[in-house]
């Protein structure tokens, strides 16, 4: 697996360099399971994901660290991206999470994120996702990844309210067709 870090000295736009850290490396790589509880620490305070358990955070960073991703702002981790490829479908990428920290959003890191993973992993055709639907910041950054791509953006019903067990609400499916490498 090609793990090449990339920085923002690679991409010197300004306005992808996040607000306070004009000098500062945003390195994005591969976790390492060191980095599962940093994850563990921006799901929990990124204000609206599901926060799962510390272990599934290490778990993720541990054996699934080929498909998941962190940023860092020097040495603190500002945001990451979990998925796995489908079992059943290794073409089909699967996006679990993505988060940014408060301070490190609007300068599209999450992007950044989730393009490490689609450029570095091999044989990946299509990405999916699911979005509540009033998570506008979320749709955004699926919706420019499908445009910068040339790629196909669609919903479909995805895990349904009656699903969940505990009045969670709807997750509708988003799919990205059309993936290919830039
Ligand atoms: C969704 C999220 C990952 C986007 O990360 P990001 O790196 O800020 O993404 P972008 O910079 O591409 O911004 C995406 C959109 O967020 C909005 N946004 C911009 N600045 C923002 C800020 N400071 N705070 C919140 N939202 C902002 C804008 O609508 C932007 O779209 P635009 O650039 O077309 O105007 C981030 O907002 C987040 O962590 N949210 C909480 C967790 C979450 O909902 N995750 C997704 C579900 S798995």
Redo the contacts with the bound molecule.
């Keep these: 697996m090609n793990r090449t870090e990339s920085s923002a000295s690679d991409h010197p736009t300004p306005d992808r360099t996040p607000a306070g850290h004009d000098s500062a490396h945003l390195t994005i790589r591969p976790p390492t399971l060191a980095d599962g509880g940093e994850m563990w620490r921006v799901a929990r305070d990124?204000?609206?994901?599901d926060l799962n358990s510390s272990y599934s955070y290490l778990l993720l960073a541990d054996h699934f660290s080929d498909t998941c991703r962190i940023a860092l702002l020097g040495d603190d981790v500002v945001?990451f991206v979990t998925g796995y490829l489908l079992p059943r479908d290794p073409s089909r990428y699967f996006l679990w999470?993505?988060?940014?920290d408060?301070r490190?959003?609007?300068?599209?890191?999450?992007?950044r994120l989730v393009d490490s993973v689609l450029d570095e992993v091999p044989g990946v055709e299509s990405l999916a996702?699911t979005?509540t639907a009033d998570?506008?910041?979320?749709r955004?950054?699926f919706q420019?990844l499908a445009d910068d791509r040339g790629a196909t953006l669609t919903e479909r019903s995805g895990f349904e309210a009656h699903h969940f067990p505990d009045g969670h609400e709807a997750e509708p499916l988003l799919v990205i067709d059309g993936l290919g490498r830039r």
């Design positions: 990124s204000g609206s994901l945001g999470q993505v988060a940014v408060e490190a959003r609007g300068h599209r890191v999450a992007g996702t979005v998570n506008a910041s979320s955004r950054v420019r």
